[in-house]
């Protein structure tokens, strides 16, 4: 059976205060869990939860995905950057035109998002997390749809967008130029094996989809690398 989102992981110098920060943006509880795993829950058990992962390493230049939050409202895009400032985010300039309706924020740790402006067709009916927005090549997007068995929702330009069959949050990917990787993503997939799957022969699977180990693994939890080498984890839900 095929892997299944399970997370998308920050790596955090300050896990358990960026897990808050973005607790009260987005309204998700909180759970602390050992070893300061902590993570905060959708609403909607089908979701992906997000995890803050303890981490050294700096941020180094602009993330390769940020997420863009969704607004039902110019109030309510209003409302949502203004509670992301007054939990310690700020405004940044990636180049964004004035005349451009979305609102771009960094979180505490300098972690870029977006808050989309209300009646944006592509993100109706996703939720608040509209989309995870990626720089990517179009192969990278489409090793994610098959290697989640999420269907394509866009294909135009070399930019790619896949949506679980449940709905829900978008990935996307932006196409060329891809900026050069600069050390480990702050943000990476983590994906969970259903209880009675073989997850070695997912392993498997997912590299002749085109990944790569980045690591021999303990059994239960392997780091690989996408095609356009972003990490992510796979792991058994035994």
């Not at 089908?46 to 303890?54: C, D, E, N, S, T």
């Amino acid at each position: 059976m095929t892997s299944q989102l399970f997370a998308i992981c920050f790596n955090a110098i300050r896990p358990s205060d960026l897990a808050r920060f973005w607790s009260g943006v987005l309204g998700w509880e909180m759970t602390d869990g050992p070893d300061d795993d902590v993570a905060i829950l959708p609403p909607d058990p089908a979701g992906f939860r997000v995890r803050f992962l303890p981490s050294l390493e700096p941020k180094i230049g602009q993330n390769r995905a940020h997420f863009d939050l969704t607004s039902t409202s110019p109030d309510d895009q209003q409302q949502t950057v203004a509670r992301a400032l007054r939990l310690g985010a700020k405004h940044i300039d990636v180049g964004q035109l004035p005349e451009e309706g979305h609102v771009v924020l960094a979180d505490p740790e300098g972690n870029e998002f977006c808050v989309i402006e209300a009646g944006n067709k592509f993100l109706a009916d996703t939720g608040v997390i509209g989309a995870l927005a990626c720089d990517g090549t179009q192969e990278v997007g489409y090793f994610w749809s098959e290697a989640l068995r999420w269907p394509l929702v866009w294909d135009q330009d070399q930019e790619t967008a896949i949506q679980s069959p449940s709905g829900g949050t978008k990935i996307t990917w932006g196409g060329p130029p891809v900026a050069p990787k600069t050390g480990t993503n702050r943000l990476c997939f983590e994906l969970a094996t259903p209880v009675d799957a073989d997850w070695e022969a997912e392993v498997d699977r997912l590299l002749s989809l085109g990944a790569t180990r980045a690591g021999e693994g303990d059994g239960s939890q392997i780091l690989m690398l996408d095609p356009d080498g972003n990490e992510f984890s796979i792991r058994s839900a035994r």
